[in-house]
C-alpha cells in the first residue's frame, strides 16, 4: 500500500527544470523543418517555375496527409503505446525526406519528364512523405505530456518549453537562411536549387542534434500504465465526441493554429509589398516576433496554472492579437517603422495564445491517458486541414491577380538578384514597372 501511494505521488509531484528542458528538445526537428515548410516552400517552387496554383497544390498535398496520418498514428499509440519508438520513426523519416522536398525532381530527372503536371504529382508525393513522418513525430511528442506527469502546472511548464524551443527553432532558420543566401551565389538557376538545398540539409542536421539529446536525456513515459503495472483500459473515440470540452479545445485550437500559421506564410508578404520596408525587414520582423513569443513562453512556465488561469491567458492574448491586426490594418507605407514595435505585441500574443491552447488539451485529456494520442491525433487533423485549404485558396487566388507576374516569365538571374542577400519573401515590387514579380 506504501508503494502506491509513493507512486501516485510522484506522479503528481511537480517536474524538475532538467526533465521539462530536455523534453522541449523533442520538436526541434519539427518545428525547423516546419518553419521551413511555411516560409519557404511556396517560394522556392515558384522560384523553380510553379505556377502559384501548382504550388499550392504540392503545400495541400503535404497538409492532407499530415491531416490525416495523425489520426491514424494517434489511434496506433493509443493502441500500442511506445512513443519514444514513434517518435524516433518519425523524426527518421522527415530527415530523410525533407531533403527531397527542397531538392529537384528525381522521377522526372530518371524519367526524362518536363511535364508540368508530373512534376508536380512528384513534388506532391514527397511532400506527403515528409508530413506522414512529421505527424508520427508531433502526435508521439504531444502525447507524452500528459504521460509523464499528472501535475497541471507541469503539463503547462512541458507545453511552455515546447513552445520556447520552436521558437529557437524559426530563429535559428532565419539565421541559416540569411547566411546561405549571403554565402551561396543565387544568379544562376542551379544556385538558386543549392541555397535552400543547404538551408534544408543544415536544418536537417541541427533538428537531429536536439532529437539525439532528447531521446537519451527522456525515459519512455510510465503513465499509460496504471499504479499496479496494468494497462489502463482504452477509451473510445466516442467518448470524446460526446463531450463538449472537446469541442470548446477543438475550436480553440485550430483557430490557434491557424492564425499563427497563416500569418507567418504570409508575413513577408505584407512587410514588402504593402509597407515597402527595406529588404532586411523580411528577416526582422519575424526574429522580433519569435524572441518576445520565445521569452514569454519561458516566463509562463514559472506559473501555478489552473483551468481559469488558462482561459483568462488565451483571452489576453487573443485580445493583443486582435488590437495587432486592427493597428496592421490601419498601418501605411509612411508608418512602417511601427511594424517593429507591433511585432514585439504580435509575439506575445503568439505565445499567450498557443501555450494555453496547447494546454487546454492537457486539461480535456486529465487522466484518460489511453486516449491521448487520440485526442492530438484529431485536433492536428483538423489543424492541418484547415490550415492547407487556407493557403491553397490564398495562393490560388495570387493565380488570378491581374497584377502578378509569374516568375518563369523571366530569366532566373533577374528574379534571384532581387533578394539581395535576405532571406527572400514570397513577392517583391518591381518597381520599374510598378507590378509585383513572384520570387
Known sequence: MDNVVEEEAAFTKALGRGPIFCYGMGHMLNDITAACWFTY??????????????????MLSGQVADAFAT???????????????????????????FSSVFGRCLPCTILTSDSTAFETVSYSVFAAIFNLGWAATQVSHMSMVSCITLNATSRVA????????????????????????????????ANVENQYRWIAYVSIFIGCCFVGIFHLATKEPSLQMDIYGKARGRI??????????????????????????????????????????????????PAIIYISSFIVSIALQEIAWTGKLLKAYFSAGCILWILCGAVIMLLTKHMSYAMYIISVFIGIANALMMVTGVSMQNFLIGENLNGCAF??????????????????????????SPHLLVIHQFPPSITSNLHNGFPPSFQLLDSTTGGIIMV
Open 375 to 400: 485526442v492530438i491525433g484529431s485536433l492536428s487533423f483538423m489543424d492541418k486541414m484547415s490550415c492547407g485549404i487556407a493557403l491553397y485558396i490564398l495562393q490560388s487566388y495570387q493565380n488570378v
Open 41 to 58: 516552400l511556396l517560394l522556392f517552387l515558384t522560384d523553380i517555375g510553379f505556377s502559384p496554383r501548382n504550388a499550392a497544390i504540392v
Open 158 to 189: 512541458l507545453a511552455s518549453c515546447r513552445n520556447a524551443f520552436t521558437m529557437v527553432a524559426n530563429l535559428s532558420l532565419y539565421a541559416v537562411a540569411l547566411i546561405v543566401f549571403t554565402v551561396v551565389n543565387g544568379k544562376t538557376y
Open 236 to 285: 473510445s473515440w466516442a467518448y470524446w465526441f460526446k463531450r463538449v470540452l472537446y469541442y470548446q479545445v477543438a475550436i480553440i485550437y485550430v483557430l490557434t493554429r491557424l492564425a499563427l500559421n497563416v500569418s507567418q506564410a504570409y508575413l513577408a508578404f505584407y512587410v514588402i509589398n504593402d509597407l515597402q520596408m527595406a529588404q532586411s525587414a523580411k528577416a526582422l520582423v
Open 71 to 97: 489520426v491514424f498514428v494517434g489511434e496506433l499509440i493509443d493502441r500500442f503505446g511506445r512513443f519514444k519508438i514513434w517518435h524516433g520513426a518519425g523524426s527518421l523519416l522527415v530527415a530523410i525526406s
